[in-house]
């Protein structure tokens, strides 16, 4: 069936620096999601990318659609504090509907 | 965004009950909602489609009759686990999707965590 994989599972960063986790998927997305979910909290929609190649930006996120629609990243920038949590992507394919999550990236950020 | 409830956010309850958990949409009426799973460490894990007025969709490995989902209404889908049993525990998930929009959305809602003993 359709997989998400997502890398790395853990990253301990220093205050300031960057990071970026990788996300594929064994299939042609439609569209991919990205979400963070704090500790003992729920996911949080972040951005949705549809076309290919896309790039969006939010402050220092910066969130990559592969030309093939089969892999995108998520890179954030001078890394703070309020930034750890578990950021997920999720795909979706256009002939099932169904939004299918990586594993997640926990972001652990040292002061 | 739009706004997704859960409710009871937590719940306890011996091995053999029930445990009714309920979804619902704030603000905007959701045909689909989509009922996670998620261990602790783990990553959410699709258990079922529901559909407003129809029979849910169960994703493999779900047992239909153990997690009986109804979708009555346009804002409200219920997730039962009937018998539960301490492997049961973990934190359950709603999402309703926006509908009618070309880039759909999916908002989750707080989610519940069940603990059986």
């Known amino acids: 069936g359709q997989q998400v994989m997502q890398i790395p599972q853990y990253q301990h960063v220093q205050e300031g620096e960057d990071f970026t986790t990788y996300c594929n998927s064994s299939?042609?997305?439609?569209?991919i999601q990205w979400y963070k979910q704090r500790p003992g909290g729920h996911p949080v929609f972040l951005i949705q990318?549809?076309?290919?190649?896309e790039v969006k930006k939010q402050k220092r996120l910066t969130f990559q659609f592969g030309e093939a629609k089969k892999n995108s990243s998520l890179h954030i920038t001078a890394t703070q504090t309020t930034d750890v949590g578990t950021y997920f992507c999720?795909?979706?394919?256009?002939?099932?509907?169904?939004?299918?999550f990586g594993q997640g990236t926990t972001l652990q950020v040292k002061p | 965004g739009a706004v997704v409830s859960q409710h009871p956010s937590r719940v306890i309850c011996k091995s053999g009950t029930s445990v009714k958990i309920e979804c619902r949409s704030l603000?905007?009426?959701?045909?689909?909602m989509f009922w996670y799973r998620q261990f602790p460490k783990q990553s959410l894990m699709l258990m079922a489609t529901?559909?407003?007025?129809?029979?849910?969709?169960?994703e493999q490995g779900v047992e239909k009759d153990k997690f009986l989902i109804n979708h009555a209404s346009l804002t409200l889908s219920t997730l039962t686990v009937t018998s539960a049993h301490p492997e049961d525990s973990s934190f359950y998930i709603c999402?309703?999707?926006?509908?009618?929009?070309?880039?759909?959305?999916?908002?989750f809602g707080p989610g519940t965590r069940l603990l059986v003993l």
């Open positions: 999402s309703a999707r926006t509908p009618g929009l070309v880039q759909e959305t999916q908002y």
């Open positions: 299939t042609t997305l439609s569209n």
């Open positions: 990318l549809v076309k290919s190649g």
């Open positions: 999720a795909g979706r394919t256009s002939n099932t509907g169904k939004l299918i």
């Open positions: 603000d905007f009426q959701a045909t689909t």
């Open positions: 529901s559909n407003e007025g129809s029979k849910a969709t169960y």
